[in-house]
């Protein structure tokens, strides 16, 4: 069982949230969610061309969330805390999760979005614990959006 949350912990989740509201972060995130449905390596590249806004933006969104996971997956933020209040992590998740092995396969990369990957399977555990089938019906909504 992971330690209490500590003021540290809540401190790093307002710092995270800021970051969110950068302006460039802010317009990934809105092109992600209104865009970004991509579920094949092919689709992929066709949607985000190396060197396109949208290659840009597809990165920025994931790669920030596979830092954020990488703080909890390492134990340096409280993991039930951010499960609180972190659902966009699970978001991002349900659109690329068909493309992540695919990735890892034609990057060689087993490592690509591990973190975000771990984060998002304990997320579903947990959400289901508190509330039978929210996360599939979550899922669902999101693969459709």
Request: charged share 25%; glycine share 2%.
């Amino acid at each position: 069982m992971q330690a209490r949350a500590t003021y540290d912990d809540a401190q790093l989740i307002m710092k995270l949230y800021d970051m969110r509201r950068e302006d460039r972060l802010r317009r990934a995130r809105a092109w992600f969610s209104a865009s970004f449905h991509a579920q094949s390596a092919d689709a992929l590249n066709a949607l985000c061309p190396p060197g396109s806004d949208e290659s840009t933006s597809y990165r920025m969104v994931t790669t920030y969330w596979e830092m954020v996971a990488s703080f909890i997956t390492s134990g340096v933020l409280n993991r039930e805390l951010f499960f609180q209040s972190g659902r966009e992590l699970l978001f991002v998740w349900e659109r690329v999760r068909e493309l992540v092995p695919q990735v890892r396969e034609t990057t060689r990369d087993a490592t690509f979005a591990i973190n975000i990957e771990q984060v998002a399977r304990e997320y579903i555990e947990y959400w289901e614990r508190l509330s039978p089938g929210a996360p599939a019906a979550f899922a669902a909504r999101t693969r459709r959006a």
